[in-house]
C-alpha cells in the first residue's frame, strides 16, 4: 500500500490540507484567543479534548465510564470554572468599603 501511495502525488494532497487546516488555521484560533481572553484563560482550551474524547468514545464505542473517570471530568470542568471565576467583576472588600457613606 505504500508503494502506491509513494509512487504518485496524491499524498500531496492530504498533507497539504491537514497541514492547512489542522495546523495553520487552529493556530490563528489560538492566538486570536489569546489576544482576547489571554494566556491563563487560552491554556484552559487544552483540557477539554480529553473529555470530549472519553465522552464520545462512551457514547459511539459504548466504553464504559468508571467513577474515575467521572471524577476527572469533574475536575477538569471545575478547574476551568475556576479559573474562569476569577475574571468575573467580583467588587473586593476595599471597593465595597468606598461605597459606604461617609456619616455610617
Not at 72 to 79: K, P
Request: proline share 7%.
Amino acid at each position: 500500500m505504500w508503494s502506491a501511495w509513494s509512487s504518485s502525488w496524491a499524498w500531496l494532497s492530504p498533507c497539504a490540507w491537514l497541514g492547512l487546516l489542522g495546523s495553520c488555521v487552529a493556530y490563528i484560533l489560538f492566538f486570536a484567543l489569546m489576544n482576547s481572553i489571554g494566556p491563563m484563560r487560552t491554556t484552559m482550551v487544552t483540557y477539554i479534548p480529553p473529555l470530549v474524547g472519553v465522552l464520545l468514545g462512551a457514547d459511539f464505542l459504548g466504553e464504559h465510564l468508571n467513577w474515575q473517570a467521572i471524577l476527572g471530568g469533574v475536575l477538569i470542568l471545575s478547574g476551568i470554572a475556576v479559573v474562569n471565576m476569577q475574571h468575573l467583576p467580583f467588587k473586593k472588600p476595599a471597593e465595597l468599603k468606598e461605597e459606604e457613606p461617609a456619616g455610617c
